[in-house]
């Protein structure tokens, strides 16, 4: 009876606190409008009582003290103050040197500034997310920039120690969803592109490449106009050309490198204009890698035809050795369909050394025919 009770109450626990562990846009998207949980952000705990709204009185106090004591040179009690609001939700509105603050989203913006100049890029990028998600009528723009700095920083830039002198761990994976939240917040041009490449070439460098492929192709899909579809159409041939493993296995690979590599070829004969978010350093930078890609474009699209014109001389030649055990009316077909593989091969690549080969065994079934 007691191993019952306790096994009732831990699920009852678990159901419970994944409940209201819901961040407010999931909250949304999964339909859940109960009351008493809309104000409640993530970091609240099962046992909170309180789950209404911060209060005004008390929102304008907090924001006031941590505003006074930041301006003093207390970061710590500022940080303490600001993070009080990554509890509860507060709408309230101020005047702040002539100028009017939305209290909760700037509480939780100054907080996240706050830990990134200290190095917790983690919770300055968590601080922020939950601005993006809870506060939609705040400056996505100003948040969305933040959140891409930081994710960036947290992939590529070296971790600053905890403490002066606790090293912090780099986790592929979790920089891969900060990545994809941005991707899924950020839907616009700006933000969400920038972020769907940089999600692929980390999980190019995690060895995840379906994921990369996924996001690469949200890439070209969602945001067809964008200067990195350019880069993107690459990218996603390379992934495939890595796959191709000979001309005597499976041609998927093959075709599907070749197919990016021809679209490539044929969208961008040459690299998009400069993007009004792209600085002159990056445009410049990004004209000399267009001029490299393409020619490993042509490169890579010459080696996939050969790749798949030696592979149909494979074909053609266990076709006409072996045809017979398998095809239907094979005395009447005689020598077509081999002749047809190598015909194709020949198609595929002219200039290949397969083509020759193919252009031969084509020369010997047809004196053999006469």
């Known amino acids: 009876m007691k191993t019952f009770i306790f096994f009732f109450l831990t699920t009852f626990l678990i159901i419970a606190t994944q409940s209201f562990a819901i961040s407010p846009g999931e909250k949304n998207r999964r339909g859940i409008h109960s009351q008493d949980k809309e104000f409640l952000f993530p970091g609240t705990g099962f046992f909170k009582k309180n789950r209404d709204p911060i209060s005004d009185e008390q929102a304008r106090e907090w924001f006031l003290d941590a505003e006074k004591a930041q301006q003093n040179g207390d970061v710590k009690e500022a940080l303490n103050l600001y993070e009080k609001f990554s509890k509860r939700r507060s709408d309230l509105r101020i005047d702040s040197n002539n100028k009017e603050v939305q209290t909760g989203p700037e509480a939780l913006y100054r907080a996240a500034k706050i830990r990134e100049d200290r190095g917790d ?11 993006a998600e809870a506060y939609t009528d705040y400056d996505f723009e ?13 992939a590529n830039d070296k971790l600053p120690k905890k403490w002066g002198f606790l090293p912090r761990f780099r986790s592929g994976s979790q920089d891969r969803l900060r ?13 969400a592109p920038r972020a769907l490449m940089a999600l692929s070439e980390i999980a190019i460098k995690d060895e995840k490449e379906e994921e990369a492929v996924d996001a690469l192709e949200r890439l070209i899909n969602l945001y067809p106009e964008n200067y990195l579809c350019e880069e993107a159409y690459y990218s996603l041939a390379s992934i495939f050309e890595d796959r191709v493993a000979g001309p005597a296995y499976d041609q998927g690979a093959t075709l599907k490198a070749l197919n990016f590599y021809e679209d490539y070829l044929i969208l961008f004969p040459q690299s998009p ?13 990004r004209l000399v890698e267009a001029r490299e890609r393409k020619v490993s474009a042509e490169e890579g699209r010459r080696k996939m035809r050969e790749t798949l014109s030696a592979s149909k001389v494979v074909v053609g030649k266990y076709v006409e050795k072996y045809g017979k055990y398998f095809l239907t009316h094979w005395r009447e077909l005689g020598n077509k369909p081999a002749l047809q593989f190598y ?9 290949s050394k397969a083509a020759r080969e193919a252009e031969k065994k084509v020369a010997e079934l047809r004196t053999g025919n006469e």
């Not at 890029?121 to 601005?131: E, S």
């Not at 100003?142 to 947290?154: D, F, G, K, Y």
């Open 343 to 351: 015909n194709e091969a020949i198609t595929t690549a002219p200039e």
């Open 142 to 154: 100003r948040v969305a920039e933040s959140l891409m700095r930081i994710a960036e920083r947290l």
């Open 121 to 131: 890029w983690q919770k300055a990028f968590a601080r922020l997310r939950l601005i």
């Open 273 to 285: 204009p400069r993007s009004k978010h792209e600085s002159l350093e990056n445009y410049k930078s």
């Open 179 to 191: 990545l994809n939240q941005i991707a899924s917040l950020a839907r616009g041009p700006r933000f």
